[in-house]
């Protein structure tokens, strides 16, 4: 399938982008927390520049924003803003990124290399693919969709309404973030400078997703502080502190474990457990979208460390739990224009909406509660954060046309006071 003139820039864009290796890294105490994000961002900011915006900056932090001035008669509509963050996933390696384009997209399996194959039965959404030019891993690294198509997408409907004055719009600003991945994307991000009165990122994936709900989240680290005493002679002496942490682990409903959760349901995570007779580390995401069931998750929690820490005086069992960001959904829905207009964009460039909650977060959800509204649009990414990450270059090139003729509605809109 040829791709067509237009779409070549999108294409080009995003490859280049993916070839940066950006990860994130939870351990580092910097921000961003690793300085390879910062040469997307000056990549990024000077690329802007160079498409004629003139008041490119990049902060201290690494943030980069700009502004694209308004359409003649539409400077009064409201100011929109479009966000994306540049760092991958430390889940899975990032550098060395090799992307495959699979045009016409027969519907099959994909082999990504000789060992590894990305089968249907697997990802069955691929069987809706058929026809889509896909690019995908060669299932040694993470692909980058998350969130470069995003940043892509973006950077080409910069340079679409600079050097197409028929795309009629409202004015726009333009916000590049880093350390989304780890939870930190915005804890510098200054929103009344930033000067939009409303904002999406541009950050979902399978084509059509509109999100404004999303988890309520926590994090959970427990420090387990056993006895080690010489296996023989250990009775009445040893404290474990590995069998601590599986018996304070047994104790949580198995069924709000994610592998047994979808949709609505939160969860309890155990992403680390690691240590020794001596000391025990457990790590844990709290997951809920109802906050009265996210907060009885975190009051669970603490109850059964207090409970192994009662059965077990000799033990010091320490629990750190902390907020993480919270559903926008609370802040979203008292404009409901923001998801209206969404839903129109996209139904005219021959997109079908999908409304579903966030099982995660963005920088949205966070930026929500900071006073900017941002609900999450797709990119046309799958399966981010691991070796079958692929994107939809197809999808990719319906979120540029969505997010033109978004711009084109808000540039028709009057500015209101927030009621």
Request: charged fraction near 25%; glycine fraction near 8%.
């Amino acid at each position: 399938m040829a791709i067509e003139a237009k779409s070549m820039s999108l294409l080009e864009r995003f490859l280049r982008y993916v070839a940066v290796d950006t990860q994130s890294n939870e351990g580092s105490t910097d921000f961003p927390s690793t300085a390879k994000q910062l040469n997307l961002l000056n990549m990024l900011a000077e690329e802007l520049r160079d498409l004629g915006l003139q008041d490119v900056k990049m902060d201290q932090y690494g943030y980069v924003t700009a502004g694209v001035p308004a359409s003649p008669g539409m400077e009064n509509a409201p100011v929109i803003g479009l966000i994306a963050h540049v760092d991958t996933s430390p889940d899975m390696i990032g550098c060395e990124v090799k992307p495959q384009i699979i045009e016409n997209y027969d519907g099959q399996d994909i082999a990504l290399n000789p060992q590894l194959t990305m089968r249907v039965a697997d990802f069955p959404e691929l069987a809706t693919l058929q026809g889509h030019t896909l690019i995908t891993t060669d299932g040694t690294t993470l692909l980058g969709a998350d969130d470069k198509a995003g940043v892509a997408e973006i950077m080409t409907v910069v340079e679409l309404l600079q050097t197409q004055p028929e795309l009629k719009h409202g004015p726009l600003r333009i916000g590049f973030t880093p350390d989304e991945e780890i939870g930190r994307g915005v804890d510098h991000f200054d929103v009344p400078a930033f000067g939009a009165d409303f904002a999406y990122t541009i950050d979902g994936g399978y084509e059509g997703e509109i999100e404004y709900e999303n988890f309520n989240a926590a994090s959970a680290k427990i420090d387990i502080r056993g006895r080690n005493v010489h296996p023989g002679y250990a009775k009445g002496k040893m404290i474990n502190a590995l069998q601590l942490a599986i018996d304070l682990h047994s104790q949580l409903p198995e069924k709000m474990r994610p592998e047994c959760t979808e949709g609505y349901e939160g969860f309890y995570h155990l992403h680390a457990l690691s240590g020794s007779v001596e000391q025990a580390q457990m790590s844990y995401i709290l997951r809920d979208h109802d906050r009265s069931a996210f907060e009885e998750k975190k009051a669970l929690l603490t109850q059964l460390v207090e409970k192994i820490s009662a059965l077990h005086s000799g033990a010091s069992i320490k629990l750190e739990l902390e907020d993480q960001y919270y559903n926008m959904r609370e802040k979203v829905e008292p404009y409901p224009q923001l998801i209206d207009k969404a839903l129109e964009a996209m139904k005219h460039c021959g997109v079908s909406p999908r409304l579903k909650p966030i099982r995660g977060g963005t920088d949205g959800a966070r930026l929500s509660f900071m006073g900017l509204p941002c609900p999450n649009l797709f990119t046309g990414g799958m399966n981010f954060h691991g070796r079958y990450e692929y994107v939809s270059f197809t999808s990719m090139q319906r979120a540029v046309d969505t997010l033109l003729h978004l711009l084109a509605l808000w540039g028709q809109a009057e500015k209101e006071g927030r009621q």
